[in-house]
């Protein structure tokens, strides 16, 4: 670092203060919200920081007057955070950043209109980056990663100062979907639900009044959730949402909501055109979508052991496991067309010893009692419509529709 | 910095509480079009896929499987 003199640091701390009052009565959003933007690693943050530890003592300035005073609440604990953030001890940052994040929630109560929405979101924003960063600096001293717990308990009492009738409200949704990010990343998603409750149950705010930037991540988590729940058609309802009203520029958003609308799409029986799967390098599901398909139930299984990690993580293996039913269902209508083709009226008699058959040629070895248990299953979920022939082991398909399309509808439980 | 030179194993316990799919945050003020809905929607997805249509490699390998069978027994 240049040698920094402290009148130089003294003009820098008191330009800052001055600034940040200046903001504050002038009501400009903005402004305040470039002097709490830790992680946009300003120069003029930068040096700030350089001249806060240059100085040292700078509460002594803040209590000099009155006009510094005023806010010294949440400044002096910012230049303790920011001297830290400086320095690289990201827990020490942190820790300081929550007190002055606590007191700047404090004064956006009290201030009426909602002009200083921007700058909250900034504080929002900072707090829960910050935490991430100062947790995997504790990890790594071997102590335990706690911050962002913290972060989030700090942003449910700033939900709380939002969600509320009145002009701030339409910021709630920003610190929702900041509580999102945190407790995915916590695996603590159970807490989502409370927020979720007070979004979607007020009668008083209509969601479509909230930013868009908003609205698209909140269904995005939401409909992950959905997809965890295995509520399809709501995760369905959700996730094209995200996907109609996300910025077309960003892709990689669009890839994500993909990764799991998919899963969905492909379980009520709507699959994606395989440019969709290629522009968003989804190539992990094209098996998946050509084992639909063909019938064919090898494929399927490849698909899902040879990305069976992915899956797992993105919580997507359980619902495309389910998809073996609809392969059955296409296989055994594959069967039933080329039977038709051959002998049309004997076509909706079908040998389960033919079903037997065309498994072995995909190396599946059942015999005639697991195949009877498979079909049971499909005529059990409407997948195919038939019945028994129990001694001749032979299943009779309905000569009307023995293989009822999904139209967008989950299979039945 | 110190949080480069941490040993890879730490790296690791931490990936535990990742989530891979974190959605990436849009400006505060960033602006975009909606595009028309219904339109694009079609383009992007097949609900009638499920054909009558055999002429496909694996339902002529199924076929020759199953005739094949058949002459055996």
């Given amino acids: 670092m240049a040698y920094l003199s402290m009148g130089e640091s003294h ?15 002038s009501q400009d959003g903005a402004a305040l919200s470039k002097l709490l933007s830790f992680s946009s690693n300003s120069p003029y943050l930068l040096s700030l920081a350089d001249a806060l530890n240059v100085f040292q003592d700078a509460n002594r300035l803040l209590k000099q007057s009155e006009k510094y005073a005023q806010f010294g609440e949440i400044t002096a604990p910012l230049f303790r955070s ?3 953030y400086r320095l690289g001890n990201l827990a020490d940052a942190y820790q300081a950043f929550e007190k002055a994040a606590n007191a700047f929630t404090q004064e956006f109560r009290n201030w009426e209109s909602a002009w200083a ?41 700033m939900f709380g100062v939002l969600a509320g009738k009145g002009p701030k409200r339409v910021g709630a949704l920003y610190v929702t979907c900041q509580l999102f990010k945190i407790y995915f990343k916590l695996g603590t998603v159970h807490l989502c639900r409370s927020v979720i409750r007070s979004i979607e149950t007020a009668r008083f705010f209509d969601f ?11 269904m995005y ?15 369905d309802h959700k996730l094209s949402y995200a996907l109609m009203h996300c910025n077309p520029r960003n892709e990689a958003n669009i890839r994500m909501i993909l990764k799991y ?17 290629k522009k968003y390098n989804l190539v992990e599901y094209r098996n998946v979508v050509l084992a639909l398909k063909r019938g064919d139930l090898r494929l399927l299984r490849h698909a ?34 080329i039977q038709k083709q051959k002998d049309p009226s004997k076509a909706h008699q079908m040998k389960l010893e033919v079903i037997v058959k065309a498994l072995k040629w995909l190396e599946i070895d059942m015999d005639l009692d697991e195949v009877e248990c498979i079909v049971a299953i499909l005529i059990f979920k409407n997948l195919v419509k038939g019945y028994f022939a129990h001694k001749s082991k032979v299943v009779v398909l309905s000569k009307q529709d023995p293989f009822p399309k999904l139209n967008g509808k989950p299979v039945n439980s | 910095m110190a949080t480069e030179t941490k040993p890879a ?4 316990k931490i990936d535990l509480f990742e989530d891979d799919d974190e959605f990436e945050e849009f400006e505060i003020n960033e602006e975009w079009e909606v595009k028309e809905e219904g339109k694009e929607v079609t383009q992007q997805w097949e609900d009638d896929w499920d054909d009558d249509d055999v002429n496909d490699d694996f339902s002529i390998q199924l076929r020759r499987e199953l005739e094949n069978n058949a002459e055996k027994n």
Avoid: C
């Fill in chain 1, 208 to 218: 479509e009044e909230f930013p868009k930037r908003d609205k698209v991540t909140y």
């Fill in chain 1, 117 to 157: 929405l921007e700058a909250l979101y900034v504080v929002a924003y900072e707090i829960r980056v910050l935490a991430e960063r100062a947790d995997r600096e504790l990890a790594s001293n071997g102590k335990s990663p706690e911050k962002l717990k913290g972060a989030g308990s700090f942003l449910m009492k």
């Fill in chain 1, 11 to 25: 003009r820098r701390i008191t330009d800052y203060l001055n600034r940040f009052s200046d903001a504050v009565y």
């Fill in chain 1, 82 to 84: 920011l001297q830290n």
């Fill in chain 1, 304 to 337: 899902l052991q040879e990305h069976e990690d992915r899956f797992l993580r993105s919580g997507v293996f359980l619902v495309l496991e389910k998809l073996e039913l609809q392969v059955y269902q296409r296989l055994l209508k594959k069967i039933y067309i």
């Fill in chain 1, 221 to 235: 988590y939401t409909g992950r959730l959905e997809v965890f729940n295995e509520n399809f058609p709501a995760a």
């Fill in chain 1, 261 to 277: 609308l998919i899963p969905v799409k492909l379980s009520i029986g709507i699959l994606p055109q395989d440019w969709l799967l």
């Fill in chain 2, 9 to 12: 194993t730490e790296d690791v």
